[in-house]
């Protein structure tokens, strides 16, 4: 199968964090032209969130998305890896390793990577940014961007049942003086994948929702976690997973255990139930989880009438 016949995902960028890369790479270009006379490659960090296909919701950690699951990768915010923590070169950028000077500068990085997550739980680093300022209208990954870029994203989005990584270039336009973000995948770490140029910012693009707070933070969701733990007590184990997803992993009242992950939009998007019999787990859609809870008849308390 080539690429042209694979279901592919798009990238959608939001406007905010396009203006902070598009401000990046106009630094680090001029930064070069006036230093020798060519443009520096820029690196950046883009948080995306993942929408996926209809029916084909996945969650996190738990189960495997592929490729085809994803309708969009949405790169809603971008940070910016500080100067010294990046080793430029005419071939490839690669980060310093966190060793000596350096430790610093990456735990003050990871602490604003942290705090950006946690402002937006529905995001992540699932793919890497850099420039190709030489090239026009396309581009592709270097040796270096595939070893480099493309295969530790690979093994970072796994860990979150990811089956693939990402890395997005930015190349200048083919039509006027902007930049354009080429975008790439890979399922195995050799083989690339063309996702083609993202789309850039526009009014109708979409993807907004994806830096509200997810469903445990809004006061529906706190009510009805509020709601389960008062009924459940200790057979109820809550753990917030990746993406804005949180796991309930409901103790066995009988033979089957039962585990629901609620995704960042629900009751809007389905849940996925997951349910073990017979040492076999099964998984399905659930939008009313209500209905596979012992809380018939159970009125949800307000969230702030919770025991603390
Ligand atoms: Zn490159």
């Not at 993807?207 to 997810?214: A, E, H, I, W």
Request: charged letters at 25%; glycine letters at 6%; aromatic letters at 8%.
């Amino acid at each position: 199968m080539n690429d042209a016949d694979e279901i592919l995902p798009h990238v959608v960028i939001l406007p905010r964090a396009w203006e902070k890369i598009v401000h990046e790479l106009n630094r680090a270009a001029n930064h070069g032209m006036a230093r020798c006379g060519s443009p520096d490659e820029a690196v950046f960090v883009p948080l995306c969130a993942l929408r996926y296909r209809s029916g084909r919701l996945r969650a996190p950690q738990l189960e495997s998305t592929d490729l085809s699951d994803i309708e969009a990768i949405v790169v809603a915010d971008a940070l910016i890896p500080p100067r010294e923590m990046v080793e430029l070169s005419a071939l490839r950028i690669r980060f310093r390793p966190a060793l000596g000077s350096w430790a610093q500068t990456q735990a003050s990085f990871d602490a604003q990577l942290d705090a950006a997550l946690a402002r937006a739980p529905r995001l992540n680093v699932l793919a890497r940014g850099h420039s190709h300022p030489f090239d026009e209208g396309r581009t592709r990954p270097s040796g270096p961007d595939r070893a480099e870029h493309l295969a530790p994203c690979l093994a970072f989005n796994r860990t979150l049942g990811i089956e693939a990584g990402f890395t997005f270039i930015a190349v200048r336009a083919q039509e006027n003086s902007g930049w354009a973000l080429h975008c790439f995948a890979t399922r195995d770490g050799q083989r690339v994948i063309d996702l083609g140029i993202a789309k850039l910012p526009t009014e109708s693009a979409g993807g907004k929702q994806m830096l509200d707070v997810p469903f445990y933070v809004t006061e529906h969701g706190r009510d009805l976690e509020c709601a389960i733990q008062t009924a459940l007590g200790d057979a109820l184990k809550m753990e917030r997973l990746a993406l804005g997803w949180t796991r309930y992993r409901i103790a066995p009242r009988s033979s089957s255990r039962s585990v629901l992950a609620i995704p960042p939009d629900f009751p809007a998007a389905a849940g996925r139930r997951f349910v073990c019999a017979e040492g076999n787990w099964a998984a399905e859609d659930v939008i009313d989880w209500r209905a596979y809870l012992p809380l018939e008849g159970f009125v949800a308390p307000r969230a702030q009438e919770c025991p603390s």
